[in-house]
């Protein structure tokens, strides 16, 4: 099993960037997956979170997000974005994608769960 992120890097206020969660070595369509960030010296948080295919109410935001960012499924490619608009410097932080099965997605951006993890990727937002 693999998650790999990618797109993090350095964006003035404002900007956009877009971060992708490339999954392997799992049926993808079984699973939901979410993005979590963590800055420093804070928790991590989930920021943004899609169930699984077969599952409803199939996404679920951060309020701290909620109109800047969108989460999205590519089932053919087994990849998951998380398309950034209008970031502030308080989007700083590590952000981690991960997968579990059977959750919904506001539960597994909400609480605690058992999954796979994929290395994070760094976006910085300069004001």
């Known amino acids: 099993v693999q998650l790999q992120a990618s797109g993090g890097g350095l964006v003035q206020a404002g900007g956009s960037l877009r971060l992708s969660c490339a999954a392997s070595?799992?049926?993808?369509?079984?699973?939901?997956i979410g993005w979590f960030r963590q800055a420093p010296g804070k928790e991590r948080e989930g920021v943004s979170c899609?169930?699984?295919?077969?599952?409803?109410?199939?996404?679920y935001y951060a309020d701290s997000v909620k109109g800047r960012f969108t989460i999205s499924s590519d089932n053919v490619q087994n990849t998951v974005h998380l398309q950034m608009n209008s970031l502030k410097s308080e989007d700083t932080a590590v952000y981690y994608c991960?997968?579990?099965?059977?959750?919904?997605?506001?539960?597994?951006?909400?609480?605690?769960?058992?999954?796979?993890w994929g290395q994070g990727t760094l976006v910085t937002v300069s004001s």
């Open positions: 991960a997968a579990t099965r059977g959750l919904t997605a506001q539960t597994i951006c909400r609480m605690q769960f058992r999954g796979f």
């Open positions: 070595g799992f049926t993808f369509g079984d699973y939901s």
């Open positions: 899609i169930s699984s295919s077969s599952s409803a109410g199939r996404t």
